[in-house]
């Protein structure tokens, strides 16, 4: 274990209820190369700043909320994009499973490579990695690059090869109205998801604007300005079509 590999952490919540099974101490981890157009966190883009604590630190400092861990709880990290400190977190989540510590990882999937010398990389942090949650912004692909800047072909890879490689995944979908609610878009995120052998949840994100002064504070052109909320009716559209209901959730231990 080296001590010389340090995260860039953005920020941490110690007892997060969303981001996997249970209670979670999250962390939050600096740099993301998507620039979704909804993105709640652009302040987590840069690569730059944050404070820097090499794994150890951080477990450290999670380790004292154990008592909370009920119910399958843990250790989340999340970001901006946490593979982009890939062997960072390989490292925290190596200590924590020597502590018997439940470890999930929230990713966009967006650095994922199907070469040999990154799966090596991957497989050893995937190894170690209880569950992992998979946001999957837009099934189109062209979509996709117009609502993040990049394509999803790698992240389409990804969840398929979490499912061929046995790991447990919650996949998340962001609704955006009139941006990711296309009828045969959810239709071919639905039959996706079915594919795979390994999801445990699939969920729907309502699309919210409580980043939005982030973007003004930063100076960068928020695009989705006209766009409201979805209300009760077009989120439960989305749950049928998706047939999120399906998906009977993570087991509690």
Request: aromatic share 10%; charged share 30%.
């Amino acid at each position: 274990m080296s001590e010389s590999i340090k995260g860039r952490i953005h920020q941490v919540e110690s007892f997060g209820s969303v981001d996997g099974p249970g209670v979670r101490y999250i962390v939050f981890l600096k740099g993301c190369h998507m620039r979704c157009r909804y993105c709640h966190n652009p302040e987590t883009w840069k690569e730059e700043g944050g404070t820097l604590e090499t794994a150890q630190e951080v477990f450290d400092k999670a380790y004292r909320y154990r008592n909370y861990w009920k119910n399958g709880g843990g250790i989340t990290v999340s970001g901006g994009e946490a593979l982009l400190q890939m062997e960072f977190v390989t490292e925290l989540f190596e200590i924590a499973k020597k502590n018997g510590v439940h470890t999930t990882l929230d990713t966009s999937g967006n650095p994922f490579k199907m070469e040999p010398e990154y799966l090596e990389k991957f497989d050893r942090l995937m190894a170690v990695t209880d569950l992992f949650l998979l946001d999957i912004k837009e099934i189109n692909d062209e979509k996709h690059k117009d609502l993040t800047g990049w394509t999803n072909k790698n992240i389409l890879d990804l969840a398929k090869y979490l499912s061929d490689h046995d790991k447990d995944m919650w996949i998340r979908n962001v609704l955006v109205p009139g941006v990711t609610d296309a009828q045969e878009d959810l239709e071919q995120l639905r039959d996706f998801v079915a594919s795979l052998k390994t999801v445990k949840r699939f969920e729907v994100l309502p699309y919210h604007t409580l980043g939005v002064f982030k973007w003004e504070e930063l100076g960068i052109p928020y695009t989705l300005s006209d766009v409201m909320p979805p209300d009760k009716e077009q989120i439960a559209r989305a749950n049928d079509i998706l047939r999120t209901a399906e998906y009977t959730g993570y087991l509690e231990k």
